[in-house]
Nanobody, 124 residues
Framework: QVRLIESGGGSAQAGDSLRLSCAGL????????VGWFRQALGKEREFVAA????????HNAESVKGRFTIWRDNGENTVYLEMNSVKREDTAVYYC?????????????????WGQGTQVTVSS
């Protein structure tokens, strides 16, 4: 069983930076993938970024490439989403999720565990 706790959301101005954290409680094995998804009001939950727990790959959605970076603190069970040059369209609830043994990191259905979400609001 894995429990995920997000933090770091809040309000920002367009162009600012934010860092989201996802702390993982429980045993996370090397074949896990940890991802970030977001859901804007009235829209479907969409993939943002993911990394393999083994550390050999990261993936970003086209909409955030060059602006967002996903990375892991090797000393802790924590995954971060570094958000730079945020835009109004980045406004959403951001969710951290974990999947075991899946290559389909962009699919919601691949993930077994989800955090409660953290709100990010960007104003211009």
């Amino acid at each position: 069983q894995v429990r995920l706790i997000e933090s770091g959301g809040g309000s920002a101005q367009a162009g600012d930076s934010l860092r989201l954290s996802c702390a993982g409680l429980g045993r996370i094995y090397s074949d896990y993938v940890v991802g970030w998804f977001r859901q804007a009001l009235g829209k479907e939950r969409e993939f943002v970024a993911a990394l393999s727990w083994s550390g050999d790959s990261t993936h970003n959605a086209e909409s955030v490439k060059g602006r967002f970076t996903i990375w892991r603190d090797n000393g802790e069970n924590t995954v971060y989403l570094e958000m730079n040059s945020v835009k109004r369209e980045d406004t959403a609830v951001y969710y951290c999720a974990a999947a075991q043994g899946s290559n389909y990191y962009w699919l919601r259905s691949s993930y077994d565990y989800w955090g409660q979400g953290t709100q990010v609001t960007v104003s211009s």
